[in-house]
């Protein structure tokens, strides 16, 4: 089991300071009809507004900004469905350093094209065959590279904890914090800032109900590992939590929720209908949940993250057809 008593706000706060100039202060917009729809009043942190299209940024950024030269000299490796690999490879350009991804091989066409575009290099692999941690930790040793996780690691759970950060001290004391859940690591990191901030506020992720296994996990005691879910939520279509993530969501968090991929694709309609803007399946998650009442959010204040907005326009066209079958 990880040490991971000695994570704590003070993290997220240097975090904050590395990425300052760096990274995005993302908008917080309200919706009039958001809040007539769920009874409460939302504020949804964007970070599908962040560089690169989704919070990982944050992570992957402080992550690198804290190597050795000896790192920085045989570069970062990860493995990723999209998002972390993005953001590794852009905060790997930006240190002027190598990078390597490991990528399913259906991986959205849009999230590989602009991980190459960032300069990373991509190796892909069958997520319903292989282990992508078991090919990360071969290539690491056999390159010399330092492997950054997409969530189970504490400089990149420190890094996306400052999205909820930035949140608190722009709306101040919140009743309810709702947060995306794949591996945990936004969930982790957001926990951390709410309790510093905000200890009353109710924390709770949400994650696709194909894909339960935080929930199960939390309900449990300890990790569930389950088989690859099949959901449109590509960011969380993961196995299990992280051990360092569990740790402080064990710690930390309220409740983990489910939502269907329907109710994702509902409020990918909501977003772009009623507030203009282009959020990806999984960046749906926790407004999935307030605005079809999984999460009753009537009369409170209640923070949102979206995660991220990287969806290819094809595919985006291809679930809004659903919505009239």
Do not use: W
């Not at 999209?82 to 240190?95: D, E, F, M, R, V």
């Not at 309900?219 to 088989?227: D, F, L, P, S």
């Amino acid at each position: 089991m990880p040490d991971t008593a000695a994570l704590s706000y003070r993290d997220v706060e240097l975090a904050a300071e590395r990425l300052l100039g760096a990274a995005h202060r993302t908008p917080v917009l309200t919706s009039t009809t958001a809040n007539k729809l769920s009874g409460g009043t939302l504020f949804f942190k964007c970070e599908n507004y962040q560089r690169m299209g989704a919070f990982k940024f944050r992570g992957a950024y402080n992550a690198i900004a804290k190597f050795d030269n000896a790192q920085r000299a045989a570069g970062v490796l990860t493995f990723s469905s999209g998002n972390h690999a993005q953001a590794i490879a852009l905060s790997a350009k930006l240190a002027g350093i190598k990078s390597v991804i490991i990528m399913p091989q259906d991986a959205p066409a849009l999230k590989v094209k602009a991980t190459k575009e960032y300069g990373g290099e991509v190796i892909t692999y069958d997520r319903y065959t292989e282990n992508r941690e078991e090919i990360a930790r071969r290539l690491s040793e056999e390159r010399g590279m330092t492997l950054i996780p997409p969530y189970d690691h504490p400089d990149v759970i420190a890094g996306q904890g400052t999205s909820a950060k930035e949140l608190f001290e722009e709306v101040g004391e919140l009743d309810i914090l709702m947060v995306c859940l794949g591996g945990g690591g936004l969930l982790a990191g957001c926990a951390l800032a709410a309790r510093a901030l905000a200890p009353n506020c109710k924390v709770i992720g949400v994650e696709p109900e194909a894909g339960n296994d935080g929930q199960q996990s939390l309900r449990k005691g300890e990790i569930v590992h389950i088989a690859v879910p099949k959901t449109i939520a590509d960011g969380a279509m993961v196995t299990h939590i992280g051990e360092h993530n569990f740790e402080v969501i064990r710690r930390s968090v309220d409740d983990i929720v489910t939502v269907s991929d329907a109710q994702l694709v509902q409020t990918m309609a909501f977003f772009a209908e009623r507030m203009k803007m282009i959020v990806e399946p999984t960046g749906c998650l926790a407004a999935a949940a307030a605005l079809h009442g999984v999460v009753d959010v009537r009369a409170k204040r209640v923070g949102i993250l979206i995660s991220g907005g990287n969806v290819d326009l094809s595919r985006f066209a291809e679930l809004m057809q659903t919505l009239d079958a």
